[in-house]
């Protein structure tokens, strides 16, 4: 079945940096299309950045651009979005996402704070 668990999230203090990684097992990865959405306390979730098949386009929620890079390693089925100047309103749980057509899967989140 299609599995994708992210790692990487964690207690940072403002203007520091996590990398996060989404790895993706049972589907073929290079055909989805990779995501990066958040999710804060009362709050819906929202998009913050996505990646085409092959690396060809990327796209970003205007809020992280410049601080945010969102990649995949297809020979290693993974997704990466590393984040730098992290501020507290990045605070929030981060979910990876792969689409395909009208196919979508979720992984389970994990917890983004930063905090002084």
Known sequence: QVQLVES???????????????????LSFSSYVMSWYRQAPGKERE????????SLST???????????????NAKNTMYLQMNGLK???????????????FSAWGQGTQVTVSS
């Open 8 to 26: 990487g999230g964690g207690l940072v203090q403002p203007g520091g940096s996590l990398r996060l990684s989404c790895t993706a097992s049972g």
């Open 47 to 54: 998009l913050v950045a996505s990646i085409s098949n092959f």
């Open 59 to 73: 796209t970003y929620a205007d809020s992280v651009k410049g601080r945010f890079t969102i990649s995949r390693d």
């Open 88 to 102: 507290p309103e990045d605070t929030a749980v981060y979910y990876c996402k792969a689409s395909k057509f009208r």
